[in-house]
């Protein structure tokens, strides 16, 4: 079974600063899809950008892209131009084919003025 | 409109009630799910539907009986409320099972067993 690890259980970054978000993933499947979403404290589970285990580039959605490294199976999220609405919960999470999406424990942002 | 919507948000009872959340998507996507999110935030996969077919159970007590009467609907009846049930629950929708696409998630329910 796939297994997605987050290291941060906690960050803090300075507002209009970059941060990068840890995420490694142990899995034996070769075809995958690797996300992140964004849980703010109201609550709902907010999707922000997926990465398919075949692209050769890294995705990017805005300020946030994913630094795909297949061989190391990491998948950090970079927040580049942080904004005091980005603090929130980050879950990193992983979905082979033919199965369900896993998650991370989770890394809590706090972005400071 | 809401694409994955569940009912009720906040839902607080007593110990060995009997409840219901309903869910629905409307994506057009053929695979839903129900995740617990639990006091630590971490989220665990309970079930998966796909064209209404169960396709995963994730060791999750029989008190727990997830009904998907069409594609776009699926809902979670739970007996003999404990305690421990309390958490919060998502529903979420996915493309299809044969895709690795992202997932789409209900704003959550809030379930209080007192």
């Known amino acids: 079974a796939q297994k997605i690890t987050q290291t941060q259980p906690g960050m803090f970054v300075q507002e209009k600063e970059a941060v990068t978000l840890d995420c490694t993933y142990d899995t034996s499947d070769q075809s995958y899809g690797l996300f992140w979403y964004k849980q703010p404290s109201s609550g709902e589970m907010i999707f922000l950008i997926y990465q398919g285990s075949y692209d050769e580039q890294n995705a990017t959605e805005g300020r946030y892209s994913l630094n795909f490294q297949k061989a190391r199976k990491s998948a950090n999220l970079v927040i580049s131009a942080s904004q005091l609405g980005d603090s929130a919960m980050y879950f990193c999470a992983m979905r082979p084919y033919f199965n369900d999406m896993r998650f991370g424990a989770g890394t809590r942002l706090t972005v400071k003025p | 409109d809401t694409a994955v919507s569940q009912t009720p948000k906040y839902l607080v009872t007593q110990m060995g009630n009997d409840k219901s959340i309903k869910c629905e998507q409307n994506?057009?996507?053929?695979?839903m799910y129900w995740y617990k999110q639990d006091s630590k935030k971490f989220l665990k996969i309970m079930f998966s539907y796909n064209n209404k077919e169960l396709i995963i159970n994730e060791t999750v007590p029989n008190r727990f009986s997830p009904k998907s009467p069409d594609k776009a609907h699926l809902n979670l009846h739970i007996n003999s409320l404990e305690l421990g049930d309390s958490a919060v629950y998502f529903c979420?929708?996915?493309?299809?099972?044969?895709?690795?696409?992202?997932?789409?998630f209900g704003q959550g329910t809030r379930l209080t067993v007192v």
């Open positions: 994506l057009g996507h053929d695979t």
């Open positions: 979420a929708s996915s493309q299809n099972w044969r895709t690795n696409t992202e997932a789409f």
